[in-house]
């Protein structure tokens, strides 16, 4: 989960390495540091902080250089300090290193360098790397030689690229469950662990797979593999995004543009691929399914079990991630569905692997192209929602329920459990859904924006909803929790009067997920939650589409939508309860784009 930019040119990179890891903060942003080539000598700045704050501070761009690496960290291995701030260097300071990932066995490679009287600097397990480069790079006398030894010893998970005085022209970088790409621009090629890391510079692409390293020149790349030392002719990947769409284009915060971005993002997610749908559709028809996702994507997940249930006539059961393996139910006639953001995100890629283990057919919805889960399944749905740069997703996960309505519908029509007719309606509505929104996000953000503000004091929310609304509620909760640090808990309406409703009382706030009316049982039952509050003097904010209801009156604050169906009223929903949960943050004066403790891609266990 921190970012990895490296570049080497024929003209002064250190710009582009800036930008680099600028443009990766939003996978970490605790500490960053860079190690910059002069003639032969390494010039290494390093601090704990945001990039603009450290390179600013140190001044770092007066470095001029045509070779360098960097790396915006988010601490695993270590506390904040800038002694575990990458690059890590060799005791010789001949070697430079920076790595994501988690090198396992760091413990028994400390010591055993420690036995031969290497000291070390940092608590990291990155650290071990320069200092066995250093160590077999005295015994091979050959620098790529002692790389492939060194990766030979690691076990774990990585993504690490070196530079060394030995080689003043060459980056070398190795890929082990950790992503990796190269950018081949025409006078600079760039290493990255993402896309973001180049994209400003060049669209062409090589991404590099498990056990695979690189030496790379201003001029050239050789890609090897380090078991078998054979090497592999890369394809060039063209990225499809483009830089403009990373930055925030006017938006105070990404979270907001994102937010913002909704519109367009449903019709990407209904331009998907339609081979790619009926394929998962195809495995999906005669297998157990098992629906896959973690923290958002979990709360997808379970938004799409009551979609499958509710349009097709099917249960499949969603499960964190983090837990697929203690339950470990899939067998050889299952399917897993997983459903990633990023596709890197290491509970869910375990939960996969452990699916293939078992002999599972695996599928995939994955917003980032060349992620490691969209290479790993058997069946994957690119979903096009462009680069998502806050850490807390919204776009990505409207997209992914959008994806996942649309493929119910298709299993629907296939098993003859919806008309074509019906399966029209359906789609109709989906189609209208970026209009709507586009308007609610128009013309209501002005009055959730004052709502947020006049509670954004409040200590404990409830988000209440039931059926479909209970997701809802639940990934509404978490985007209140994870943007403005507030506590709030999502909860199915009906389990409120087996327990919980003794903490009801004037403090207590909740947010209650209302139906559109013409869902009568589900209206009315919500309704009942609602009461139930309101007999305790609880406070009530209503989300609802009843302009004109009788009901009205029992909520203490509402926000009122346009009338849909209910086929896309939850989806409503969720847009206006990203928009509280975002003003509320912004009320509060929190870090929006990059909230405490929080990571873009959780690349660990
Ligand atoms: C919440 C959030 C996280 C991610 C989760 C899975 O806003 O961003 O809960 O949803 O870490 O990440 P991906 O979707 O990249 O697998």
Redesign the pocket.
């Given at each position: 989960m921190c970012g990895i930019s490296g570049a080497v040119g024929h003209k002064d990179i250190s710009q582009d390495l800036f930008e680099g890891i600028r443009n990766l903060e939003y996978r970490g942003y605790d500490s960053c540091g860079v190690a910059l080539m002069n003639s032969t000598k390494l010039i290494v700045r390093k601090n704990i902080g945001g990039v603009e704050e450290f390179y600013q501070k140190e001044n770092v761009l007066r470095h001029k250089s045509h070779l360098g690496i960097a790396h915006t960290r988010w601490a695993t291995h270590g506390k904040v300090t800038r002694e575990n701030t990458h690059p890590m260097l060799s005791t010789d300071k001949a070697f430079a290193v920076v790595h994501n990932g988690i090198i396992s066995n760091y413990r028994e490679l400390r010591s055993k360098l420690q036995k031969d009287g290497v000291k070390f600097v940092s608590e990291t397990d990155t650290e071990v790397v320069p200092h066995l480069m250093q160590k077999l790079f005295k015994q091979t006398g050959n620098v790529e030689k002692a790389f492939v030894k060194m990766l030979g010893m690691l076990e774990g998970t990585y993504a690490v690229v070196l530079i060394t005085k030995y080689h003043p022209d060459v980056i070398f970088c190795a890929r082990k469950e950790s992503p990796l790409m190269l950018g081949i621009g025409d006078e600079v090629k760039y290493v990255g662990s993402d896309f973001n890391a180049f994209i400003e510079h060049t669209k062409n692409a090589v991404i590099i797979e498990d056990e695979e390293y690189v030496v790379l020149t201003r001029d050239s790349y050789t890609v090897k593999n380090f078991i078998t030392g054979e090497e592999i002719q890369k394809p060039i990947t063209k990225i499809e995004w483009d830089s403009e769409t990373s930055k925030k284009g006017g938006y105070p915060h990404y979270m907001l543009k994102e937010i913002y971005e909704q519109p367009q993002t449903i019709l990407n997610a209904l331009e998907v691929d339609e081979k790619a749908l009926d394929d998962v559709v195809d495995y999906m028809k005669d297998r157990p399914t098992y629906l896959v996702?973690?923290?958002?994507?979990f709360y997808v997940a379970k938004y799409a079990k009551y979609i499958f249930s509710r349009l097709a006539g099917r249960f499949f059961p969603s499960i964190s991630s983090d837990e697929f393996v203690a339950l470990s139910p899939v067998d050889r006639n299952s399917l897993v569905l997983a459903?990633?953001?990023?596709?890197?995100?290491y509970d869910?890629l375990t939960a996969l692997k452990h699916a293939k283990a078992k002999g599972a057919k695996t599928a995939a919805i994955v917003n980032v192209i060349g992620s490691t889960l969209s290479r790993m399944v058997d069946r994957v749905i690119l979903q096009g929602s462009g680069p998502e740069i806050c850490?807390?997703?919204t776009k990505?996960?409207l997209a992914q329920m959008v994806i996942l309505t649309n493929l119910a519908m298709r299993l629907a029509l296939k098993t003859r459990k919806m008309t074509k007719k019906e399966y029209n309606e359906g789609i109709r509505a989906l189609k209208e859904m970026p209009e709507i929104i586009g308007n609610v996000l128009n013309e209501r953000s002005g009055f959730i924006h004052r709502i947020a503000n006049n509670y954004k004091n409040i200590k404990h929310w409830l988000y209440l909803g039931r059926g479909i609304y209970y997701p809802v509620a639940l990934e509404s909760a978490?985007?209140m929790k994870?943007v403005a640090y507030v506590h709030a808990e999502g909860m199915p309406g009906g389990f409120l009067k087996h327990g919980t409703l003794a903490m009801i009382d004037k403090d207590i706030y909740s947010v209650v997920f209302m139906p559109p009316p013409c869902e009568k049982e589900l209206y009315q039952s919500t309704l009942s939650s609602v009461a139930e509050i309101r007999a305790r003097s609880g406070f009530v904010l209503g989300i609802h589409f009843d302009e004109r209801g009788k009901n009205r009156d029992l909520f203490s604050e509402e926000l009122i939508l346009p009338a849909v169906p209910p086929l896309v009223a939850p989806l409503l929903q969720l847009v206006l309860a990203q928009l509280f949960a975002y003003f509320t943050a912004t009320s509060l004066k929190r870090n929006v784009d990059k909230p405490r403790s929080l990571a873009?891609?959780?690349t660990v266990g």
């Open positions: 996702g973690v923290g958002t994507t459903i990633s953001q990023s596709g890197e995100t869910t850490v807390i997703s990505a996960a978490l985007k994870e873009k891609s959780v």
